[in-house]
């Protein structure tokens, strides 16, 4: 069973924003509002441009994000801590 | 006797969000704005574009989806807790 | 004597919303912003877009609607309540 | 001695809002912001459109107007009460 | 030495507001917001619209016009008190 | 060592606004958002247009400029007061 | 390991902003929201028109920069403090 997000909205699983990373990203724990990781599992259509067509997205299912704590709406869907977003409350894509 | 929403507004019946689904979504009761669940029984026929043209609505009748319990319009018809909101407020579709 | 609305403004005579209807929709006392039922009498040209052209609005007269009880103006006409207000306040044609 | 007014802007000479109209609109007292009687004595040439084109008022000199009480600006030409107001702030043409 | 005001603004030599005009203008002490007269003393090159273009000012050097008192910003030239205001805070011209 | 400005922002060098200029504009001190004077000694690439093109800003290097106290970023470079603002706080070019 | 930032943000690593620069800019310790400088270490895609296209961002990575202490997302990455912003936080390059 999925979620299918409407427009432009991202589904996140969040990951444990505390733990040093193995590839070094330290998320403050005093910042009002320190970004979170997450993983991409489901992504909507796109923003609906003035011409009537839609702009992709701009990460995939599998991306791995940053993003603002407080922005979106949690979930808990088969046992998981879910995150559902709009794609310009994700800062960036982590790689490598 | 029926709804026929304007522009970009959806009828949904909402469904009880307190119990655990079969699909295993839980919609925790503690959160601030949590979202819940309904099927969708009437669709506008989409918000109206600079051009003059509408855009038609991502869900269709028959489609089942998680949106906001505060935004929209609350109504009963024949007996039923129905909400008019409007396509943004929608944040996805539940699917399998 | 008549009121031609400007804009994409629409003449309603409101309907007593305390009453369950024959079509059986009944509109909850304790809602905070409980929407009404009334009767289009007057439909504006439309909004105006930027290409100078005007959207027709999409309700016409004779239409039986629900719209929010705060918007828009009251005023009373030949002893009738009526209430002035755009077409963005109405949520939903009522059929059959 | 006249006023031309700029833009969507239009001169109004206020008419007593308190009396019953031979018409029959009988403007409440009570109301927070009871709308207006009015007669259009000048028209602006219209809101600029991003085309750089003007698009026309819908009213013309002579035409009969109900407005809201506390938009637009007060004036007295030549011991008459007049309002200067937007188009926007118009709400509906009285004929007949 | 002159001033040359940017994009749709406007520079205005304040005239007395006080005063009844011959043309029999009286602007009311008593409002919040009272309108003042000015003569118009130099124009920008109008307001930039998306297509890159310029639209040029309604008003022209010469012109009397009526402008909101707490509009634009005071400044003294020359020992005379002038205002640079946006072309959107001029309500009408004065004619005849 | 130089500033570049992003946008339509400017590089502009405050002159002291209390001093009666020699070509006679006296700023008010009393006022409470008073105009200064300024030197532009830097100019950005100028707004992005939906086009995707930018408008050229509207002063150039060289230039003297009105512009409002309490606007744009104050820096001191190499023992000089300097501001960063956008086109858009300029009021008027002084010239003569 | 790197962050790929979206849409028209731009991945800055801090500079300290207390001490006097070798070319001269000090950035005076009183100020409210005081500028800091920074070296652009990533830089998004751009913002998306209405076109559907993006305009590019207007520095790239090397560039030495001014931008808001208050804007933006503080971030460790590797034992170093860095920042995420959007283009239009970006004051100015700082160049020579």
Redesign the interface.
């Known amino acids: ?7 432009d ?1 991202v ?1 996140i699983q969040a990951l444990d924003a505390e733990e040093t990373t193995a ?6 724990d005093s ?1 009002q ?1 320190k ?1 979170q990781r997450g993983k991409v599992i ?1 992504v ?2 796109g ?7 839609r ?1 992709a997205v ?2 995939v299912v599998g991306d791995e994000v ?1 993003f ?1 704590k407080y922005g979106g ?7 998981s801590e879910i995150k ?1 977003l709009r ?2 409350d ?7």
């Open positions: 069973m999925t979620l299918n997000p409407l427009d909205r589904v590839g070094g990203i330290v998320l403050p910042a509002e970004p489901a909507g259509p923003r609906l441009l003035e011409s009537g067509e702009s701009s990460v940053l603002g709406t949690d979930i808990e869907v088969d046992g559902i794609e310009g994700i800062l960036a894509k982590i790689v490598g």
